[in-house]
Every structure is written in C-alpha cells, then in structure tokens.
C-alpha cells in the first residue's frame, strides 16, 4: 500500500476530528427538548453545539482551524476571485492551515458541510428530491464547487418523520436516474437508529480533485414530528 504523502494524511486526520465533533454535537442535538423545525434554526444549534463540544475535547482532539456558519467559498488564487462559485454559501466550512505546504491553493482548505432535512415532501417542498439536488449536486457542479481543493466533505440530514431505509432507497432511486452525473449509491456500514455514518466515491469531472469521498451523517430527529402533531 502506497503511503499518503504528508499533506493528505493531515487532511485524513483533520476531517477524523472534524466528523468526531459533529457527531458528538448531533447528539447534543438530539437531546434537545426543544428542537426547532426549520434547518436554519437546526443548524445554528448545531454551530453552537459544536463549539460547546470543541471546547471540552483535550487538544490533540480538537480539529484546528477555523469552524464558520454559513460563509462564502473564499477564491484561493487571484485568477478564482470573481467566480461565480466563491460567493455561494455552504451551511459549514471548517478551514484547515498546513504550515509545510508551500502551494498557496492548498495551505489553507475548507472541509465542506451540507445539511438537509429529510422528510416526507409537502405541497411545497420535496425534501428527498433537495438532499440531492441541492446538496450532493452542489460538489460537483462548476456553479457551486463545494469541496473544491480537498480529498472529502460531508452532508448532515435531519431526520425528522421518515425511516432511514426508506429515504435511503428513495435518494439511491433519484441517484440513480439522473443522467447528468453518475454518482454511486450511497452506502450506510454503520447500523443504529440514532445516529448513522454512510459515504460514497464520486468521480468529479469540473471540479478538483475529480476523486471526492462524500461522507452522509444522518441524525434521528423524529421526535420533533411527533411533537408537532
């Protein structure tokens, strides 16, 4: 097996404790009594619990660098500034400074964050339809390059009244029939009702690197529909 060279393992290692931290924080948030509804308010939540989590952890736990809510896309090098791409908007970046690396497109990386909800659609929205349109669509796009310059990213989904299987199925299907990219099924190792980690390989043709590990995160929020009936 070929060794990573040094700049990728501490990419391998920064996203380890980046995903450690939002676990954790995804299951402060699960023990909310008093979840909101809307993804906004989900994810300020989350920002904050993260924090609160990020703060407790001993520090060679901590993931370094910056965690920012809601941020633009920053341009790298002066011939990225203006693009289209740097002024959309993930739900999370959380920056990564390598002091040893001399490029300066790859001194300082983002590990991208999406979040959705996942429920069943209403007159108005169809939230299955969006995880992927909306989320997983967004890193490969040129419009929006999400994850561009790093190995992976992730996607959180709020589960609020659906089961996982069946919004598994339902994503894999719409994956599946699209003809514009060809994106792999997602797959879930992890079993568990609370909280469950899945993740696919995408093969990215407009956006770098084109080889991209897109992991999903999927927290069980199914009393907040139960309390809202």
Not at 42 to 64: F, H, I, T
Not at 79 to 99: V, Y
Not at 152 to 159: H, P, Q, R, V
Request: hydrophobic share 35%; glycine share 4%; net charge positive.
């Amino acid at each position: 097996m070929s060794r990573l060279p040094s700049s990728d393992k501490l990419w391998k290692r920064h996203e380890q404790l980046v995903l450690n931290v939002l676990e954790c924080a995804l299951v402060k948030l699960q023990n909310e009594n008093n979840l909101p509804e809307e993804e906004i308010k989900l994810n300020d939540l989350l920002y904050v619990y993260a924090r609160e989590v990020w703060c407790k952890l001993p520090k060679n736990k901590k993931p370094s660098g910056t965690l920012s809510r809601n941020s633009e896309i920053p341009p790298r090098i002066k011939s990225e500034i203006g693009q289209r791409w740097t002024k959309k908007k993930p739900d999370f970046l959380w920056s990564l400074s390598d002091p040893l690396e001399e490029d300066p497109a790859k001194a300082i990386r983002d590990y991208t964050i999406e979040c959705k909800r996942l429920r069943t659609k209403t007159k108005t929205w169809d939230f299955i339809n969006e995880y992927v349109v909306n989320g997983i669509i967004r890193f490969f796009t040129e419009e929006h390059k999400y994850g561009i310059g790093t190995l992976s990213g992730a996607m959180i989904g709020y589960i609020q009244n659906m089961e996982h299987d069946e919004i598994l199925k339902q994503i894999n299907t719409i994956i599946q029939n699209r003809k514009d990219y060809k994106i792999p099924p997602i797959e879930f190792s992890q079993k568990g009702d609370e909280i469950r980690k899945g993740n696919h390989t995408l093969n990215r043709e407009k956006v770098n690197p084109s080889v991209f590990d897109l992991c999903h995160i999927w927290v069980n929020l199914k009393k907040i529909h139960t309390l809202l009936q």
